[in-house]
Structures are given as C-alpha cells and as structure tokens.
C-alpha cells in the first residue's frame, strides 16, 4: 500500500488597494474569512479555470489547514503531484469579500510543520523590520 504524499502551500494575502501596502509588510484580513469560506472559493476558481478535470484531480485533497486573518497567512494541503495546479489557482484568486488580492506562495514544504515553522519565522521577521521602522521614526 503506498501512503498518500502532500505538499502544503504557505501563503500570504496581499492588498494592493490598502494605503500601507508598499509601507508594512502585512495587512491584516477581514476577520469573516474562514478556512472553509478560502476553500470554497479555491475549488469555484480552478472549477473556472481548469474545468472539470482540475477539480477532479485536486478535489480529494484540497484542503485549507490553516488562515490567520491578524497576518493574512495561510496553508493550503494538496497531493503532491497537483500541487502546481493550485497554486495556480491561488494566483488567479482576484477578489476576497469584495476586496481585490493579490496571493502569494512563500513556500512549498512537504510536511507541515516546516511551513508553520516558516510562517513563524517570516512573522518574526515582520516583526523586527517594523521595530526597525518604529525606531527609526523621530518622534516629534
């Protein structure tokens, strides 16, 4: 019996409309988006994009494990030889709750735990660059 092997996609949504898009790292996401609201729509966009056939190759194990609306980031599971094509499809996401988005893949990680364990530490680097960007402001 040959065991099911994944791959698990951290991403991040960016707003390109919102005023600090060029000035921090992270906008915060509307806190009404759900890991199951994000998998709904992933499955309507590659159903729109690749048809019948994306969905069926992806449909069994597509799943959002994980989204944090206070960093906007996320990890999406997916087998591992269909992971480009939703990847693909997270890049055609256009629109959240009425907001246009950009998404982007940070990185591709056979287990899960080294994309929680990139996700920590691309937030803790977040976290020193707006330190950085605090101490460097002169108050007035």
């Given at each position: 019996?040959?065991?099911?092997?994944?791959?698990?996609?951290?991403?991040?949504?960016?707003?390109?409309?919102?005023?600090?898009?060029h000035e921090y790292p992270t906008v915060p996401?509307?806190?009404?988006?759900?890991?199951?609201?994000?998998?709904?729509?992933?499955?309507?966009?590659?159903?729109?994009?690749?048809?019948?056939?994306?969905?069926?190759?992806?449909?069994?194990?597509?799943?959002?494990?994980?989204?944090?609306?206070?960093?906007?980031?996320?990890?999406?599971?997916?087998?591992?030889?269909?992971?480009?094509?939703?990847?693909?499809?997270?890049?055609?996401?256009?629109?959240?709750?009425?907001?246009?988005?950009?998404i982007r893949v940070v990185r591709v990680s056979?287990?899960?735990?080294?994309?929680?364990?990139?996700?920590?530490?691309?937030?803790?680097?977040?976290?020193?660059?707006?330190?950085?960007?605090?101490?460097?402001?002169?108050?007035?």
């Amino acid at each position: 019996m040959v065991r099911f092997k994944s791959r698990y996609l951290l991403f991040e949504v960016l707003y390109p409309q919102e005023k600090q898009f060029h000035e921090y790292p992270t906008v915060p996401s509307d806190g009404s988006i759900t890991t199951s609201g994000l998998s709904k729509l992933l499955r309507n966009t590659i159903a729109e994009n690749f048809g019948d056939v994306g969905i069926g190759k992806v449909a069994s194990s597509l799943s959002v494990k994980y989204f944090s609306p206070s960093t906007s980031t996320g990890i999406l599971r997916v087998s591992r030889q269909h992971f480009r094509l939703a990847w693909a499809a997270l890049c055609f996401l256009r629109e959240l709750n009425g907001k246009p988005v950009v998404i982007r893949v940070v990185r591709v990680s056979g287990t899960i735990k080294k994309a929680e364990l990139a996700a920590i530490d691309r937030n803790a680097t977040e976290v020193r660059q707006l330190s950085s960007l605090d101490d460097a402001i002169p108050t007035v």
